[in-house]
């Protein structure tokens, strides 16, 4: 458990770093997705919009692009919090090309996909793969402001 919020930390630390922030986080409501959310705003300088959904609870990738096509089209920048199987399908679903996501998706990973036009249009292999993390590949990072 010590070690999920430490990776979830770390992974805020990292998405503090990303332009754009989410404007919009839709979570879980289970315990540990919770948990996740907490360790992650944390680390941010400004809350997002949270929305907490019991529907996200182990739910299908199907069922999280149907979440996903109901965003109001003025998200601009969205953070999905979930669970998988599900979360790690939908990501490998959604990027034109999967690349090293189709590998694994642990948890605490973060998909960064970058999709244009309307989220009610969203579909299978229109987003672009910008960045893939896991807390192991933030730890073997170097610190570019290391000496």
Same mark, same amino acid.
């Given at each position: ?7 979830a930390? +770390? ?9 754009? $922030?989410?404007a919009?986080? $839709?979570c879980s409501?289970s @315990? ?6 907490? *360790?992650? @705003? ?5 809350? &997002?919009? $949270?929305? !907490? ?5 182990? *739910?299908?990738?199907?069922?999280l692009?149907?979440?996903?096509q ?5 998200? *601009? ?13 939908? =990501?490998v679903?959604? =990027?034109?090309? +999967?690349?090293?996501l189709?590998?694994? !998706? &642990?948890? +605490? =990973?973060?998909a ?11 579909? &299978?292999?229109q *987003?672009?793969?910008?960045? !893939? ?9 170097p610190? &570019?402001? =290391?000496d």
């Open positions: 458990m010590k070690r999920g919020r430490k990776a930390a +770390a992974m805020g630390g990292y998405l503090a770093e990303l332009e754009p $922030l989410p919009l986080v $839709l409501t @315990l540990r997705t919770r948990e996740t959310l907490d *360790a992650i @705003l944390s680390e941010l300088d400004t809350e &997002p919009q $949270l929305l !907490f959904e019991d529907a996200l609870y182990l *739910a299908s990738a199907n069922r692009l149907d979440r996903l109901r965003l109001p089209e003025q998200a *601009a920048s969205v953070l999905l919090i979930g669970h998988n199987p599900g979360l790690h399908q939908l =990501a679903s959604l =990027a034109s090309d +999967a690349g090293e189709a590998d694994g !998706f &642990p948890t +605490a =990973a973060l960064v996909l970058s999709v244009s036009g309307r989220w009610s249009a969203l579909r &299978p292999h *987003a672009k793969l910008v960045d !893939f993390k896991t807390p192991k590949s933030l730890s073997r990072d610190d &570019p402001d =290391a």
